[in-house]
């Protein structure tokens, strides 16, 4: 697994901003939607091209065009649609698909209530967006959900992360190169209700009301 913490100040501006806990929903959801295209702008880094040739008004030259199959942005529901938007900005070309994932507040587990992901992701590079790396159990499960159906790699758009559950994504995906984290910060833990401390509180209550 490899770790990217995004370094920037623009960043760490948005994310003193969503943290808040005054900012009203309609500034935190255009602040996560700015935020998620500064990281997506870092996850795409190693995205799969390919030559093509092109002709300038000038000449003919190769240029570089994203490769096939195109790849598929995944927000798991609900706090990730929250993220949609900034992360297709940035993929205009990209697929959509939906995971809907919650986590069993006794048990801590995630459980799967929705899939709208094609049957057969041989060959693609899957983003999955979801705001908040707390456990870790619910990207855990979306991981290994897409790579049963043949994605050729992985990577996780996150904007916060808690060390327990960074650890237990590595612990899962080992040294594995196919799968990717990119966060805009990695914060100090988890609190006994298993939110991430300091954090900015649930993402998804902050993006859409309390449900």
Not at 153 to 171: Q, S
């Amino acid at each position: 697994m490899r770790l990217h913490v995004a370094d920037h100040p623009l960043v760490d501006h948005k994310l003193t901003t969503l943290r808040d806990e005054t900012t009203p929903s309609a500034t935190f959801r255009l602040l996560v939607d700015e935020l998620v295209t500064l990281l997506a702008y870092e996850a795409t880094r190693g995205i799969a091209t390919e030559p093509k040739e092109i002709r300038t008004p000038v000449t003919s030259m190769t240029g570089t065009t994203l490769a096939s199959p195109a790849p598929l942005v995944v927000p798991i529901l609900r706090a990730g649609l929250g993220m949609l938007d900034g992360m297709t900005r940035l993929l205009p070309t990209a697929e959509v698909g939906f995971l809907g994932m919650m986590r069993d507040e006794e048990t801590l587990q995630a459980v799967t209530y929705a899939n709208r992901l094609p049957d057969d992701l041989t060959g693609r590079h899957v983003f999955l967006l979801d705001p908040m790396l707390a456990t870790g159990g619910t990207l855990v499960a979306a991981i290994d959900y897409v790579f049963a159906r043949g994605a050729r790699e992985v990577t996780a758009v996150c904007l916060l992360a808690a060390p327990e559950g960074l650890k237990l994504v590595e612990e899962h995906a080992g040294d594995r190169v196919d799968v990717e984290i990119v966060v805009a910060a990695v914060d100090e833990r988890l609190n006994e209700k298993a939110y991430i401390v300091p954090g900015l509180g649930d993402a998804g209550d902050r993006l859409y009301g309390v449900v």
